[in-house]
């Protein structure tokens, strides 16, 4: 004996679910858009500070991020990479990064996008103890 689906008989035979996906897909494809695709202004900044060497004080890194947001603001963006290393020695480390950025935007907002800007900021410090280095450096 069959067991009857109710979803299967109300389905013509000829369509499937991957037809109707497909169908979903052109209709999307097809249908006009009056608007261009628009994002919010996205700010990035990565710092890398690396410390490898002999010192048996820890390393200062330090790193200042300023951002500043004004207006509304689509589709622009601002990045930000800095990277400092020091390998070998056996006094104390410092490093310092400053970093700034600054969007503004306009009084007219021509995609309709509202929100605020988006902040990614990325920040990594290593300070590792080489005790070779005491070796080459008495």
């Known amino acids: 004996m069959k067991i009857k689906h109710p979803i ?33 202004c996205v700010i990035t900044d990565v710092a890398v500070q690396t410390a490898i060497t002999g010192s048996q004080k820890p390393a200062k890194q330090s790193n200042q991020v300023t951002i500043e947001r004004r207006g509304a603001c689509n ?21 310092q990064r400053q970093s700034q950025h600054r969007i503004e935007g306009t009084s007219r907002n021509e995609t309709g996008v509202q929100g605020p800007t ?20 008495p």
């Open 75 to 95: 589709g622009t963006s601002s990045v930000s990479v800095g990277q400092q290393v020091q390998v070998g020695g056996t006094g104390q480390v410092v490093q």
């Open 8 to 40: 299967r008989e109300a389905i013509p035979a000829g369509i499937t679910s991957l037809s109707l996906l497909a169908m979903a897909t052109l209709s999307t494809l097809l249908w006009p858009s009056n608007r261009p695709v628009a994002a919010q």
């Open 118 to 137: 988006v902040a990614i900021p990325v920040q990594v410090q290593v300070d590792v103890y080489n005790a070779a280095d005491r070796l080459q450096h």
